[in-house]
């Protein structure tokens, strides 16, 4: 069963435009929510995270905005640029519960942003 | 900073083989992980240890193994590789549960 599942699988999107991910989560234990990037040859990197006591986090051109009863949370990239080509992962994990200590990950989308 | 490193970064191998691949971590980090990423799946988690002395089953355990050596290593182990096998592994640490998560740059890992 996933845990974090992750839309769309791909995404293109122009220079300058604005590229949006979306996961959702069924596990209420979850309270700690990660976007991480990954370039090809490269392990992932922590982009920006969030925890579930706000409803939205910007740093940059990056905001990730939470909804709670929705059990959504999703990346927003603003003003994207061909060096944000790159895979982006969400992920969740929890500090107590069944799943403690474990971070689990989306299947990933692939951002292509053209010149 | 070396951060977490892993060997080998590339490894053949034939079926039924065994390896380990070695991660460590100088960060000091109580948390590792072992995940395989495969075209379409994203990360899965295979293995992991919340902290020193403990270790726990991830979403894909079988077939693995590991060992938290001491606090700065955790190895995988693949007794009878499968061709199933062959994927792209990748050890991350964190300081504790919902923290960060360092990476390192992964084993790309092939059985014939």
């Given at each position: 069963?996933?845990?974090?599942?992750q839309?769309?699988?791909?995404?293109?999107?122009?220079?300058?435009?604005?590229s949006?991910?979306?996961?959702?989560?069924?596990?209420?234990?979850?309270?700690?929510?990660?976007?991480?990037?990954q370039?090809?040859?490269?392990?992932?990197?922590?982009?920006?995270?969030?925890?579930?006591?706000?409803?939205?986090?910007?740093?940059?051109?990056?905001?990730?905005?939470?909804?709670?009863?929705?059990?959504?949370?999703?990346?927003h990239?603003?003003?994207?640029?061909?060096?944000?080509?790159?895979?982006?992962?969400?992920?969740?994990?929890?500090k107590?519960?069944s799943?403690?200590?474990?971070?689990?990950?989306?299947?990933?989308?692939?951002?292509?942003?053209?010149? | 900073?070396?951060?977490?490193?892993?060997?080998?970064?590339?490894?053949?191998?034939?079926?039924?083989?065994?390896?380990?691949?070695?991660?460590?971590?100088?960060?000091?980090?109580?948390?590792?992980?072992?995940?395989r990423?495969?075209?379409?799946?994203?990360?899965?988690?295979?293995?992991?240890?919340?902290?020193?002395?403990?270790?726990?089953k991830?979403?894909?355990?079988?077939?693995?193994?590991v060992?938290?050596?001491?606090?700065?290593?955790?190895?995988?182990r693949?007794?009878?590789?499968?061709?199933?096998?062959?994927?792209?592994?990748?050890?991350?640490?964190?300081?504790?549960?919902?923290?960060?998560?360092?990476f390192?740059?992964?084993?790309?890992?092939?059985?014939?």
């Open positions: 069963q996933q845990q974090v599942k839309s769309p699988q791909s995404l293109i999107v122009q220079k300058g435009g604005i949006i991910i979306n996961c959702a989560y069924e596990n209420t234990a979850f309270d700690y929510f990660p976007w991480y990037q370039f090809p040859g490269k392990g992932p990197a922590l982009l920006i995270a969030i925890r579930p006591d706000v409803s939205e986090k910007k740093e940059g051109r990056f905001t990730i905005s939470f909804n709670k009863s929705a059990k959504q949370f999703s990346l990239i603003m003003d994207s640029q061909p060096g944000d080509s790159a895979t982006y992962f969400c992920a969740a994990s929890d107590r519960g799943t403690l200590g474990r971070l689990y990950f989306g299947r990933g989308t692939q951002l292509t942003v053209w010149p | 900073n070396a951060g977490v490193t892993q060997t080998p970064k590339f490894q053949v191998l034939k079926t039924g083989q065994s390896m380990t691949l070695q991660c460590a971590q100088d960060m000091n980090h109580n948390s590792m992980y072992w995940y990423q495969d075209p379409g799946m994203g990360l899965r988690l295979i293995y992991y240890s919340a902290s020193e002395g403990t270790t726990d991830g979403e894909v355990p079988n077939g693995y193994n060992s938290r050596l001491n606090k700065r290593e955790f190895s995988l693949l007794e009878s590789a499968a061709p199933s096998q062959t994927s792209v592994y990748f050890c991350a640490s964190r300081q504790t549960v919902n923290t960060e998560a360092f390192g740059q992964g084993t790309r890992l092939t059985v014939v």
